[in-house]
């Protein structure tokens, strides 16, 4: 699946949004299909984190508008479900209960949790853990937990903030791959935002590079790179085109920016 999707399921249209006199980002346009995988890549700082509070409702959009299946949302976004760099469980509530948690928000009685919580829990591969509370689990496994949770309300659009961000290089890679194959046995609608290129391109259908000051949508980057994708995928010499060619839009002027800080 390259180029332009057919139905956008979500969309973002003319979006800026500032903090006091800080512009964040303006001029964001973006929409992502039906089982399409959109990566944002961006430097620290450029707003990643802020559009997809946006995109998910959490915070408010200075302009612009958000519009699920073409119908501007604005309140809760029903169906659109986030996993946070930083995991965001809950250290009181086992993981069994961190998943259902997110059931419970989303009105689904005591018999659909009891049924959907454990299939969850073994999607992501945490079968055996139910009744441990996050500190007693890794990293990794702390964010499959918060994956499960994402996943249990069956999202129409998952935002994902740096998901693997906040773990070990060797974990990141292993989970990586496990969210490969949990996306192509459940597809869905997926905002990827990431600091990594490799990650971006390993992930998108397309890869959007956001940057600047404020950051605005630089280049969208279809990947043509088959489905499924796995380890194997990083041997492609197309994906060492995909990357090198991201890597020279992200660079391109980071060394000039560098110097005129310098200059400052
Ligand atoms: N609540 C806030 N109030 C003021 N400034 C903020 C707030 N959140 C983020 N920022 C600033 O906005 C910019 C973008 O932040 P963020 O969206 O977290 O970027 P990223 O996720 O790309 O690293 C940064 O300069 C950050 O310091
Ligand atoms: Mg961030």
Redesign the pocket.
């Known amino acids: 699946m390259t180029g332009i999707p057919s139905q956008p399921r979500i969309e973002v249209r003319g979006a800026a949004k500032r ?2 006199t ?1 512009q ?1 980002f303006r001029d964001v346009n973006l929409s992502v299909g039906e089982r399409e995988v959109l990566a944002i890549i ?1 430097p ?7 559009l997809l509070r946006c995109m998910d409702g959490l915070i408010p959009l200075d302009e612009g508008d958000v519009l699920m299946e073409g119908r501007r949302i604005d309140g809760p976004r029903e169906g659109v479900s986030m996993v946070f760099q930083h995991f965001g469980l809950f250290p009181w509530k086992t993981v069994f209960q961190n998943v259902a948690y997110g059931l419970r928000l989303a009105g689904a009685s005591r018999a659909q949790i009891a049924a959907r919580v454990p299939k969850f829990i073994e999607l992501v591969g945490l079968s055996g853990f139910e009744s441990y509370y996050p500190y007693q689990i890794s990293g990794g496994m702390q964010q499959r937990c918060g994956l499960a949770r994402a996943l249990s309300v069956e999202p129409r659009v998952l935002l994902m903030d740096e998901p693997f961000g906040a773990v070990d290089a060797q974990t990141r890679e292993i989970l990586q791959f496990e969210m490969l194959r949990i996306w192509e046995a459940r597809p869905t609608t997926m905002v990827f935002v990431t600091h990594s290129i490799d990650e971006a391109v390993l992930m998108g259908d397309r890869v959007m590079v956001l940057k600047g000051r404020p950051s605005r949508v630089h280049e969208i980057v279809a990947v043509d790179l088959p489905r499924p994708r796995d380890r194997a995928t990083l041997l492609l010499a197309r994906f060492a085109e995909l990357r090198e060619h991201v890597w020279g839009t992200l660079m391109a002027d980071a060394r000039q920016a560098e110097l005129e800080v310098v200059k400052r």
């Open positions: 903090y006091g800080l964040v961006g620290s700082g450029c707003g990643k984190t802020t």
